[in-house]
């Protein structure tokens, strides 16, 4: 009974201790024991990257909240933005990294997809496919409740400014379902791109 509760506080599964305990010796003890220490290393290594990007999305949204001001729209230069493409609706639930990351939302025309937005380090770079929203001057604004009003926003910014704006729109989630569960107070950060001389919209 000792043997098998140190083996289960290893993390050892009964199936693995039931063989293990009929046909041990020193050698195969230790090398048993090995393995199980890698698997442990490997299963740390995975948790502290998973409390990094817990710790990340924390700042993330805390500090977006300290300058947030729900009414204010303004041209404003940001830096490239990277992301990991999610697909659409009907896709982006089944991708673990839609949990982890703050959401993009791609708007262009009546066509909508996703994506998760790579603040901090970019995990797992040979697994995915890594894309940037490029740097460049946008209007940002943000909208405030459900996203099925988010239109409204839209065409409040766009009426706002004179300025040459293209037609696609990039959303951040700020506070959204993972955050609170009224709909009302959701946060939504809208980018809407700002062409440079010699770009099209």
């Known amino acids: 009974m000792a043997l098998i509760r140190y ?3 290893l993390g050892c599964p009964l199936s693995e201790i ?15 024991l090995r393995h199980q220490s890698s698997n442990l ?64 939302a791609f708007y262009r025309g009546e066509e909508q997809s996703f994506g998760a937005y790579l603040i901090g380090e970019v995990p797992e770079a040979s697994q995915h496919s890594v894309h940037e929203i490029s740097a460049g001057n ?19 910014m766009r009426s706002a400014t004179q300025l040459p704006l293209a ?7 700020i506070i959204d379902q993972f955050v609170k569960v009224n709909p009302q107070n959701y946060i939504t950060k809208i980018l809407i791109r700002i062409p440079d001389d010699g770009d099209s919209a």
């Open 138 to 156: 946008y209007l940002t604004g943000y909208h405030a409740g459900p996203y099925s009003s988010i239109w409204e926003t839209f065409t409040r």
């Open 41 to 104: 290393r490997e299963q740390l290594q995975e948790l502290l990257r998973l409390d990094a990007v817990i710790q990340t999305k924390i700042t993330f949204t805390e500090q977006e909240l300290e300058t947030l001001c729900v009414e204010k729209i303004r041209a404003e230069r940001l830096d490239a933005i990277p992301y990991i493409a999610l697909g659409n609706l009907s896709e982006v639930f089944s991708n673990e990294l839609f949990y982890l990351y703050p959401t993009l």
């Open 167 to 173: 037609e696609d729109v990039i959303c951040i989630n």
């Open 18 to 32: 039931s063989g293990f305990m009929g046909q041990r010796s020193f050698t195969e003890t230790c090398s048993y």
């Open 7 to 9: 083996l289960r506080r």
